[in-house]
T-cell receptor
Framework: QKEVEQDPGPLSVPEGAIVSLNCTYS??????FMWYRQYSRKGPELLMY????GNKEDGRFTAQVDKSSKYISLFIRDSQPSDSATYLC????????????FGQGTRLTINP | IAGITQAPTSQILAAGRRMTLRCTQD?????MYWYRQDLGLGLRLIHY???????GKGEVPDGYSVSRANTDDFPLTLASAVPSQTSVYFC?????????????FGPGTRLTVL
């Protein structure tokens, strides 16, 4: 079993829909949780960063962490075609421990 | 500011050949990483370096070697390429101002080993 599980999709939704992307993990020591966005044929870029449990909002994006369930989510409101990308969750145990563990990535398409 | 550059962009390589993938960053980051990305497997860490002069093994190090002679450069070498090393390779860096574990990625190198 992988440390981090993420449904690879593909996920296709109409423009304006609310998108929910999720990851589960098995290592209870993870404390730092990230979402990266990767456009086709590009490198991943950091989208959201959260510490421990709770919510964090940035514009149309909300990241949620539930450590008791070992479950993290990324919500995208008012989705746009420009949000079409692969979204990867990543997590680490310590702020200074640079070795991140990534999920497989979910490929998302927003249809105009 | 370029961030992270990787070369070459893509390469087709015969099995058994030696190949070095280049990575350079201009952000003065202490830590650098090499990942491979394969369909269905996500990003897997090959090797990393916490600072110049030190390196460490990641999840899938076999068949790869790295060196870190200075802060900016972190080349990845395949001593004798095999078809299973066909993948997209990403270099990343972290450290400096801001969160130490925010990793910044290069554009990737697409490698095909025949």
């Amino acid at each position: 079993q992988k440390e981090v599980e993420q449904d690879p999709g593909p996920l296709s939704v109409p423009e304006g829909a609310i998108v929910s992307l999720n990851c589960t993990y098995s290592n209870s020591a993870f404390q730092y949780f990230m979402w990266y966005r990767q456009y086709s044929r590009k490198g991943p870029e950091l989208l959201m960063y959260t510490y421990s449990s709770g919510n964090k909002e940035d514009g149309r994006f909300t990241a949620q962490v539930d450590k008791s369930s070992k479950y993290i989510s990324l919500f995208i409101r008012d989705s746009q075609p420009s949000d079409s990308a692969t979204y990867l969750c990543a997590m680490s145990e310590f702020q200074g421990a640079q070795k991140l563990v990534f999920g497989q990535g979910t490929r998302l398409t927003i249809n105009p | 500011i370029a961030g992270i550059t990787q070369a070459p962009t893509s390469q087709i390589l015969a099995a058994g050949r030696r190949m070095t993938l280049r990575c350079t960053q201009d952000m003065r980051h202490n830590a650098m990483y090499w990942y491979r990305q394969d369909l269905g497997l996500g990003l897997r860490l090959i090797h990393y370096s916490n600072t110049a002069g030190t390196t460490g093994k990641g999840e899938v190090p076999d068949g790869y070697s790295v060196s870190r002679a200075n802060t900016d450069d972190f080349p990845l070498t395949l001593a004798s390429a095999v078809p299973s090393q066909t993948s997209v390779y990403f270099c990343a860096s972290s450290g400096g101002a801001g969160r130490a574990d925010t990793q910044y990625f290069g554009p990737g190198t697409r490698l095909t080993v025949l």
